[in-house]
Each structure stands twice: as C-alpha cells, then as structure tokens.
C-alpha cells in the first residue's frame, strides 16, 4: 500500500478566507512534503518535515503555513491567499528524507485551489 | 540548483517504442526517478537508478549514465492510457537537503491509435 490521502480534492476560497489542506499516510513514513504544481509545470517543493520537524522551508510565503501534528498528518494552512496561488497542491510522504532506494517519494492526488 | 532538461512533447504510435530523454547537471547526485502524471492528477512512480545501467519493470525501462548525465525512459508495446507528462527527478545528496527532488518540466507523451 502506498497511498497518500489528500482532502479535499477541490476547493474554492476568497482571498479573505481561511482554509486548511490536510494529508494522511498510513506507511510509518517519517518525511512528508508540500509541492505546488502549475498547470503543465513540474511539482515544485515548498516544505519538507523529517520526523514531524519542518526541515525545509523554499522561501513561502507566510501565507502558507505547514503542520506536522504527528507522523501520520500534515496539514497546509491557507489565509490570505492570492489569486496567483491558484493551483494542484500535492502531498507526499517517503520513509525518510534522506538517499537510497527505498526513500521514494509517493504522491497523493492532490487539492485543486482555485483562489477567488 | 539542479539544471533537469527533457522534451517537452513527444508522439508516437499505439504499438510502438518510444525513448524519453533526460540530461542533468547536478553538484550532487543521488539517484534520478521517473514519474508518469496524467492531466490533474497526482504524479506516480515509475522507476529509480542511482548506478549506470538499464533497469526493466514490464514494458517500461530506464537507463543512467552517471559521467555522461543522461538518462532516458524506453515505453514499449504503447498504449492508449500511456498518454501522459513523464517527469524526470533527479536527487540532491549534500548535507541540509539530503533527499530533496528537483523536477524537470515534464515530457508531455500523445499515443495516437
């Protein structure tokens, strides 16, 4: 089993509102990331927690804000947002954040955000 | 940074055999992946090399070339659900970023019947 369980898988908010993405992984994996795709662009990485610690920040916005509650959860906190940040946020979750061949990234399907 | 260079479209035919190049230049290297992502959905694994040579799955291999940067996705006996961006990823290994994946823009692959 290697699934990454995102909700919801669409959503629609105002750039007042506040909103919160949510990823679940049943794997025992100790790294989960955030990615931000554009349409017909590759995923690009926002945020990386290793053992529910935030070990990568890509210089985001403070209007994103991640949560790693256990090692199971991770969570993308949504205020403020603009229009420009409409796009596919995917989560993934690998055994560790670290080398070798088993520390494979799986992908879950992703949260469409429209941005009003 | 990485620098990940692959086309950004390629056709063929149901049936036939189909090669997806990918050339990196990275200042640390630990392994190159290859996912497949059909339209609006979540990118899926396909295959990992971290050493030179060929690694077969069914119909998809791939191939590294570690000193020449390159590696390519060979697609077999083509199908119609083949249709797909093909990703290639290559690894970060220094230090804070051990793990980190850097994306190519995606090869963007139409079967035609």
């Known amino acids: 089993d290697t699934e990454v369980t995102q909700t919801p898988k669409h959503l629609v908010m105002g750039m007042t509102n506040k909103k919160s993405l949510k990823c679940e992984q049943h794997?025992?994996?100790?790294?989960m990331y955030w990615y931000k795709q554009k349409a017909k662009k590759p995923p690009e990485l926002m945020f990386v927690y290793s053992y529910e610690k935030l070990s990568i920040n890509e210089s985001v916005p403070s209007r994103f804000s991640p949560e790693c509650p256990n090692s199971s959860l991770l969570n993308l906190h949504l205020h403020a947002l603009q229009p420009e940040d409409s796009a596919l946020y995917l989560c993934a979750s690998s055994p560790q954040a670290g080398g070798g061949a088993k520390n494979i990234q799986y992908f879950g399907a992703g949260t469409r955000l429209s941005v009003l | 940074g990485q620098n990940i260079d692959q086309p950004t479209e390629m056709t063929a035919t149901e049936g036939a055999i189909v090669q997806i190049n990918c050339t990196y230049q990275t200042s640390g290297f630990n392994g190159l992946f290859w996912y497949q992502q059909h339209a609006g959905e979540a990118p899926t694994f396909l295959s990992y090399?971290?050493?030179?040579g060929l690694e077969e799955k069914g119909r998809f291999s791939s191939f590294l070339s570690r000193s020449k940067g390159y590696s390519y996705l060979l697609l077999k006996e083509l199908q119609m659900k083949d249709s797909a961006s093909y990703l290639c990823?290559?690894?970060?290994?220094?230090?804070?970023?051990?793990?980190?994946?850097?994306f190519g823009r995606g090869t963007q692959l139409t079967v035609w019947p």
């Open positions: 090399n971290v050493l030179d």
């Open positions: 990823a290559v690894r970060d290994a220094r230090g804070s970023t051990l793990g980190r994946l850097y």
């Open positions: 794997m025992g994996h100790r790294a």
